[in-house]
């Protein structure tokens, strides 16, 4: 089982910019897919962005609320999946998470402990 730990949260002014990192452990980077998610209070938690396992940089789905805002990518040799997050909004504020599935699983089974976001307006 992978380990996920997550930093970069903080709080910044609409308008700036954050990069989040998820630190991947025990296990290959490359053979799985990790998300973010984010939630904030009294709403479900959404998927925000995914890179795929695989080799190369990784195929990536961005949710349409981030599209060109936001840019997922990651670092085999580290091993770490980001999250460049630009012209932040309010509504971006949530506690966010990166999660993991194994390649052809279709549910993330392991997820770290979250760090909150903040963007005032």
């Known amino acids: 089982q992978v380990q996920l730990m997550e930093s970069g949260g903080g709080s910044v002014q609409a308008g700036g910019s954050l990069r989040l990192s998820c630190t991947v452990s025990?296990?290959?980077?490359?053979?799985?897919?990790i998300a973010w998610f984010r939630q904030s209070p009294g709403k479900e938690r959404d998927i925000v962005a995914a890179?795929?396992?695989?080799?190369?940089?990784?195929?990536?789905y961005h949710a349409d609320s981030v599209k060109g805002r936001f840019t997922i990518s990651r670092d085999i040799r580290r091993p770490t999946v980001y999250l460049q997050m630009n012209s932040l909004k309010p509504e971006d504020t949530a506690v966010y998470y990166c999660?993991?599935?194994?390649?052809?699983?279709?549910?993330?089974?392991?997820w770290g402990q979250g760090t909150q976001v903040t963007v005032s307006s």
């Open positions: 025990g296990g290959t980077l490359s053979l799985y897919t």
């Open positions: 999660a993991s599935k194994p390649r052809g699983s279709n549910e993330y089974t392991q």
């Open positions: 890179i795929y396992g695989g080799g190369g940089v990784g195929a990536s």
